[in-house]
């Protein structure tokens, strides 16, 4: 595709020319903060995340919806998508090579992918390699890498990247999980959404950031909307009476029995109250004997039909 001259698109007018300006792929629009500075104004974001990559174009519309749409186009957020290739020698711009020792796949050439972050991090930018060898990413881990200005965040591809490349010009090595994916740009695109909602701003109701899931250690509470009555299925009682200390109880109880029937692990690290312990206690049997099964959290007060039979047994 060739490049578009000055009087190129002046055909087009009122909101055909909005819309092709808003469908531009995230890694062809010009940064807010760039087009700010063009215009005289000071509107320095409040984190940048450089995302290295050798397919930027997985990129194009995952950051261009919702929140991080918004952030963006309010400069809270600057987001920059760069091809590992462009650091790249030769004619054919070859990033990756054949392990040494043998073995199947390739490996993320060191030249290149050390030479891109050197050109993108700066003075400030924290270096984060996405590896299926780092360390977990956790909500306390994601609320650190908020607290920076200048996040690099490297895919790694393929069978993996040249460990000289930590060695030189990584911070740190992130995993989201322990699972196997083709590369690490969905994992970019879970980090990115993860850190930016926590940046002041993004999220209107910033309370609801601190009520999240993994935010005290547990995992949150169940969610109801009308209708109140849904197949049978009802709202608990408690959430309808308008009694605000009686939903906190019913929530804070249902997130530590979610938790422990679902996380047990995640318990070690919650600040419990003696109250919470000794509910813990009383249910810890009942919630283990139902952990090899679809565990019973007392979620859901199912208001049943008329006539319906009612049976334990199980199909």
């Not at 030189?168 to 959404?193: H, K």
């Not at 002041?200 to 969610?223: C, K, R, W, Y």
Request: with cysteine.
């Amino acid at each position: 595709m060739g490049k578009r001259g000055p009087a190129a698109g002046r055909g087009r007018k009122g909101p055909e020319r909005s819309a092709a300006k808003k469908n531009r792929p995230a890694s062809q629009r010009v940064p807010r903060s760039d087009r700010a500075e063009s215009k005289g104004f000071a509107a320095a974001p409040r984190l940048r995340i450089d995302i290295l990559t050798l397919f930027p174009g997985i990129f194009d519309s995952a950051f261009s919806h919702s929140l991080l749409a918004k952030a963006l186009a309010k400069g809270l957020i600057d987001i920059r998508v760069i091809d590992i290739r462009e650091a790249a020698e030769g004619r054919h711009r070859v990033a990756d090579d054949a392990p040494y020792g043998g073995g199947d796949g390739m490996v993320m050439k060191p030249e290149p992918l050390v030479r891109s972050i050197e050109r993108t991090r700066g003075d400030d930018g924290h270096v984060v390699l996405l590896s299926p060898a780092g360390r977990l990413l956790t909500q306390a881990r994601v609320r650190r890498l908020a607290g920076r200005r200048h996040l690099v965040i490297v895919c790694g591809r393929y069978g993996g990247v040249d460990e000289r490349v930590s060695a030189l010009a990584v911070d740190e090595e992130i995993s989201i999980g322990d699972y196997v994916l083709g590369g690490g740009e969905p994992a970019a695109i879970v980090l990115v959404d993860a850190v930016a909602r926590l940046v002041p701003g993004v999220v209107g109701n910033e309370a609801s950031t601190i009520a999240d899931s993994f935010e005290d250690a547990l995992l949150e509470h169940p969610q109801y909307t009308r209708p109140a009555v849904f197949r049978g299925l009802g709202v608990p009682e408690v959430l309808l009476g308008g009694n605000h200390a009686e939903v906190a109880r019913w929530r804070r109880r249902q997130s530590l029995l979610r938790t422990l029937s679902r996380r047990p692990d995640l318990l070690a690290k919650a600040k419990l109250s003696a109250e919470d312990r000794v509910l813990l206690d009383e249910k810890a049997r009942e919630e283990a004997a139902a952990r090899d099964g679809d565990p019973a959290d007392e979620t859901i007060t199912a208001k049943r039909r008329p006539g319906r039979p009612r049976t334990s047994a199980r199909r």
